[in-house]
T-cell receptor, first 111, second 116 residues
Framework: RKEVEQDPGPFNVPEGATVAFNCTYS??????FFWYRQDCRKEPKLLMS???SGNEDGRFTAQLNRASQYISLLIRDSKLSDSATYLC????????????FGRGTSLIVHP | NAGVMQNPRHLVRRRGQEARLRCSPM?????VYWYRQLPEEGLKFMVY????????ESGMPKERFSAEFPKEGPSILRIQQVVRGDSAAYFC??????????????FGEGSRLTVL
């Protein structure tokens, strides 16, 4: 089983739609969780951290379910500019804590 | 520019040559991570360094690959005797903190290696 798993998609949605991505992780001892965004052939950029109580930043809402070991990202009122790959990141302890990336979920927002 | 600086942005090498990729972290950041991304794949962890120390190299191939982060100067990822399978984007990221609550990474624009 992979340490961090995501549905690669693509998710193809119209402008204004609400879309949600899930990410599952295998290490129950993981302590911190993040969503990153990566545009085509660009570097990943931090979108938001994921807190145990859930958190919201504008149109974006992130939630953590420790019991089921998954995190989610909800995007409301999708914009064309939201088209990108969304990467789930979990801090996993090996010899040290290493931010470990999922493969990413591709989102395409069309007019 | 206060961001993470990587160079070269693009590097072309023939099989058997050496590739050296450089990364200067953000000012004030002492933790550097290298990741590799193959086409249509996710980012794979390679190595985590602090100044003058390799903290975790569990993701780095045992042969041909090495990394350093000297007291002065940038972190360097070195690939000896490159093969076509080494063609990828190599991303460097820096962080101001480490430990179980780390994960807030600031990435450079990446170095794209093409092996002919």
């Amino acid at each position: 089983r992979k340490e961090v798993e995501q549905d690669p998609g693509p998710f193809n949605v119209p402008e204004g739609a609400t879309v949600a991505f899930n990410c599952t992780y295998s290490n129950s001892a993981s302590q911190s969780f993040f969503w990153y965004r990566q545009d085509c052939r660009k570097e990943p950029k931090l979108l938001m951290s994921v807190y145990s109580s859930g958190n919201e930043d504008g149109r974006f809402t992130a939630q953590l379910n420790r019991a089921s070991q998954y995190i989610s990202l909800l995007i409301r009122d999708s914009k064309l500019s939201d088209s990108a790959t969304y990467l789930c990141v979990v801090n996993i302890r090996g010899g040290s804590y290493i931010p470990t990336f999922g493969r990413g979920t591709s989102l395409i927002v069309h007019p | 520019n206060a961001g993470v600086m990587q160079n070269p942005r693009h590097l072309v090498r023939r099989r058997g040559q050496e590739a050296r990729l450089r990364c200067s972290p953000m000012k004030g950041h002492s933790h550097v991570y290298w990741y590799r991304q193959l086409p249509e794949e996710g980012l794979k962890f390679m190595v985590y360094l602090q100044k003058e120390n390799i903290i975790d190299e569990s993701g780095m191939p045992k042969e041909r690959f090495s990394a350093e982060f000297p007291k002065e100067g940038p972190s360097i990822l070195r690939i000896q005797q490159v093969v076509r399978g080494d063609s990828a984007a190599y991303f460097c990221a820096s962080s101001p903190r480490t430990g179980r609550l780390s994960g807030e990474l600031f990435f450079g624009e990446g170095s794209r290696l093409t092996v002919l």
